[in-house]
Nanobody, 123 residues
């Protein structure tokens, strides 16, 4: 069982930056592919960024490529999402998720979820 707790959300102006963090406990973090997802009001949850459990390969939604960077620290059991050049359409609740031994970024494929952190980008 992996527990995930997100932090770092908040209100930011267009063009600004935020850094989200996800702290994991329990389970075997180093064997988990880790992802960030988001859900805007009235919309389905969507994949934002992911990082594999071995080799550190990264994956991004087209809408955030070049603006967001995902990273992980297996010793600290954390995964971070650096978000730059934020846009109003980046607004939503951001969720951290874990998937054992599988870099499958479908929402239904993730094994564990955090409670989410709100990101609001104002224009």
């Amino acid at each position: 069982q992996v527990q995930l707790v997100e932090s770092g959300g908040g209100l930011v102006q267009v063009g600004g930056s935020l850094r989200l963090s996800c702290a994991a406990s329990g389970g075997s973090f180093s064997n988990c592919a880790m992802g960030w997802f988001r859900q805007a009001p009235g919309k389905e949850r969507e994949f934002v960024a992911g990082i594999s459990w071995v080799g550190g390969s990264t994956y991004y939604a087209e809408s955030v490529k070049g603006r967001f960077t995902i990273s992980r620290d297996n010793a600290l059991k954390t995964v971070n999402l650096q978000m730059n050049s934020l846009k109003p359409e980046d607004t939503g609740i951001y969720y951290c998720a874990a998937n054992y031994f599988d870099s499958n970024w479908d929402v239904g494929a993730m094994d564990y979820w955090g409670q989410g952190t709100q990101v609001t980008v104002s224009s």
